[in-house]
């Protein structure tokens, strides 16, 4: 019987080479007595961990099984990069089959104790006091917009650009990925000044450790539509320098602003409101 392919560690760390930051990523192999010439390697990589893109070639499973990226941008001390490895079997050129490792950064594994933190952060979000959002990680690797981005002045030229929602580089945003988040305090506080009134526009989130979250990140509350923008500071508590839990400061987004037209399918709001309202019926002693 063919023992199937598997992958048993893959890792990657961050390097210095001649004062650049490089990425070096390494896998391993469970015993198997499948055939492997048919079979090659590929990297991914990507700012946000449910779109990630192939950046090597093929890479045969006779030599060192690891490569080194040497294209990352790590002038930004809190750029995060996603990583998978995939075994690739080809016949004449067609896929027969694939087989993937998780997506995985250089921050180290959380041990069970650290799971279970997380675990029990998840709960208390999504069953006690948590509400369904959608978050929307800002792309900053992406080619600059050619509708509004200046490439003398350096900048972005336009404020209601649909093509970047204002952040200068092609598309803006990556797809959406659901989370469950606390806010707190409440944002509805207002100010009584000398012209009126002045509703307060920032919040703090509480939230766990997927996806990270970044500075511009776009979060969605769904249920009030209520559109948040990540600006800082973002605090985390960590194990062993595994994230387990993050804190965020939100800013309002104005409802006249682009980032507005970032749109949730119908039938993701209507999915995540039922499944908020189902939580709240159940009783909780």
């Known amino acids: 019987m063919v023992q199937p392919l598997r992958f048993k560690t893959a890792s990657c760390q961050v390097m210095s080479i001649e004062h ?37 070639g093929d890479i045969s499973p006779f030599g060192l099984m690891e490569f080194m990226d040497l294209t990352p941008r790590m002038i930004d ?22 087989f993937s490792t998780p997506v995985f950064t250089w921050e180290t594994d959380l041990d069970l104790v650290g799971l279970y933190v997380v675990e029990e952060h998840l709960f208390a979000y999504r069953y006690v006091m948590g509400v369904p959002t ?64 002045r509703q307060a526009s920032q919040t703090d989130i509480q939230f ?14 769904i249920q009030p539509n209520n559109y948040w923008k990540v600006v800082g500071p973002i605090r985390t508590a960590e194990k062993r320098r595994s994230i387990t839990l993050q804190v965020a400061r939100l800013d309002a987004v104005n409802r006249s602003d682009v980032e507005y037209k970032l749109t949730v399918p119908d039938d993701v709001r209507r999915r995540l409101a039922k499944e908020l309202e189902d939580i709240k019926r159940e009783r909780e002693f």
Not at 77 to 98: F, N
Not at 180 to 188: A, H, R, Y
Not at 211 to 217: E, K, N, S, V, W
Request: proline residues 6%; hydrophobic residues 35%.
């Open 20 to 56: 650049l930051s490089r990425i070096l990523v390494q896998w391993e192999l469970e015993p198997t007595s499948q055939d492997l010439h048919s079979i090659v390697f590929v990297v991914d990589r990507g700012e946000s961990p449910t779109n990630l893109s192939q950046i090597s």
């Open 208 to 221: 766990t450790n997927y996806p990270l979250l970044g500075l511009g990140d776009v979060i969605v509350e």
């Open 77 to 98: 001390l809190h750029k995060v990069y996603y990583y998978r490895v995939r075994a690739v079997e080809r016949k004449e050129g067609l896929i027969l089959q694939e």
């Open 134 to 197: 959608v978050i929307f990680k800002k792309r900053k690797d992406a080619g600059y917009c050619p509708n509004c981005f200046d490439p003398v002045l350096k900048r972005v030229t336009k404020s209601n650009c649909t093509i970047c929602f204002g952040t200068g580089k092609q598309l803006g945003f990556y797809p959406f990925i659901e989370g469950w988040m606390e806010f707190n305090p409440d944002p509805k506080a207002a100010q009584i000044v000398e012209w009126g009134e």
